[in-house]
């Protein structure tokens, strides 16, 4: 008995040593289930979650960007226009919805602002008047914080630089409801190329200030240090059709914003504002400024004279159309004739009236007889 139970004991350590040891090497060898909704993009967003990062900026992304890049230094004209970008309206909206991120999803401020406080995305001062856009006038981002109240914390990044940890209901994206939008419209003689290249972004801030709400701009960012991370940044433009088709930078380059000019860059560096008080005759310059830019486009190109060959057409179609005219006189004047004939012959040739004839040889009246 001694020797069984000896027995028993040792095959109950043996078992309870090494059974889960077998256990973990076959769940090791199995792939692990996941759900059939985590796709990449959830992948994505858990990862930012977890360090709070932006994705890096790949090295074919930025190759994508270098091709993309306009340049304008063989302009032989050009005119820099300011436009301001009401969020609001409709056609502006894809660019400011999701106020909140939303499965990974977030609008154009929140993008800026997350790359800024990351380190990633360098901002400039906001200066009235004219921009400066270098290392002299970079802005500070925790003045920027401090500025509009917005909290946040601070860590220390990979690369041994300050972070700035913001939470999604801590971004003012909601507050940010307008954009400037500084751009370039060029004409390249050596490529024969009349473009437009968006240059920089500037957020606008509403708040409640003690003369009622107030606006303010943020700070500068260049669009072609913004391009590499929103070229890949699917958005919904319509409410028809939800499949996102377009990015954020098809969204710029194929124009697909309305703005109102603001500003043109002149000599005396005066915006609309100073010598169009009214609305009115601010809209009449606004639509000056757009037909400017469209006239300069059409007499860029060759336009030829169709004058004389508007005339020979137009000639042409007048004798074809009195030639037509004079057969349908003739045709008609020709069933006219022939109509009466038709009836003519078709009536019934009437019966030849039968003359009596006279007897040959004379009578004599019963009074001559006597």
């Known amino acids: 008995m001694n020797r069984i139970g000896f027995l028993a004991l040792l095959a109950g350590v043996w078992m309870m040593l090494f059974t889960p040891a077998m ?86 401020f929140t993008t800026i602002f997350r790359l800024v406080a ?59 409801r307008a954009f400037y939008v500084k751009e370039a419209w060029y004409f390249d003689q050596n490529n024969s190329v009349f473009d437009v290249k968006t240059l920089a972004l500037s957020p606008i801030i509403f708040y409640e200030g003690d003369m ?64 169009c008080p009214t609305p009115d005759s601010m809209a009449r310059e606004q639509q000056k400024i757009e037909d400017q830019l469209q006239a300069f486009n059409k007499n860029l190109w060759f336009q030829p004279d169709t004058t004389a060959q508007v005339a020979a057409t137009s000639k042409t179609k007048k004798s074809a159309r009195r030639g037509s005219s004079a057969k349908k006189s003739d045709s008609s004047d020709k069933e006219s004739t022939a109509k009466p004939k038709a009836e003519k012959a078709a009536k019934a040739p009437k019966a030849p009236k039968v003359k009596a004839e006279k007897s040959a040889g004379a009578t004599r009246s019963v009074r001559r007889r006597r």
Do not use: C
């Open 23 to 108: 256990q973990a090497q076959e769940d090791g060898g199995r792939p692990a289930r996941r759900s059939p909704q985590m796709g990449r993009s959830s992948d994505r967003n858990r990862q930012n979650d977890s360090d709070g990062d932006l994705p890096e900026l790949t090295v074919r992304a930025q190759h994508l960007n270098d091709q993309l890049t306009q340049e304008v230094g063989n302009a032989r004209w050009m005119r820099i226009i300011y436009r301001e970008l009401n969020m609001l309206e409709d056609k502006n909206a894809p660019l400011y919805y999701p106020v909140t991120p939303i499965n990974g999803t977030q609008n154009l």
């Open 212 to 275: 009622g709400t107030e606006r303010t701009p943020m700070f500068w960012v260049l669009y072609e240090e913004v391009r590499p991370y929103v070229s890949n940044t699917y958005i919904m433009t319509s409410n028809m059709n939800n499949a996102k088709t377009f990015t954020i930078d098809d969204y710029f380059r194929r124009r697909m914003f309305d703005g109102k000019i603001i500003k043109t860059e002149n000599l005396l560096n005066v915006p609309l504002q100073a010598y």
């Open 118 to 176: 990351d380190g990633k995305l360098p901002a400039y001062e906001y200066l009235d008047g004219y921009e400066a856009f270098d290392d002299a006038h970079l802005v500070d981002f925790k003045s920027v914080l401090d500025r509009f109240s917005i909290m946040f914390q601070t860590s220390s990044g990979r690369d041994g630089r300050t972070r700035y940890v913001i939470n999604d209901s801590d971004v003012p994206s909601g507050e940010v």
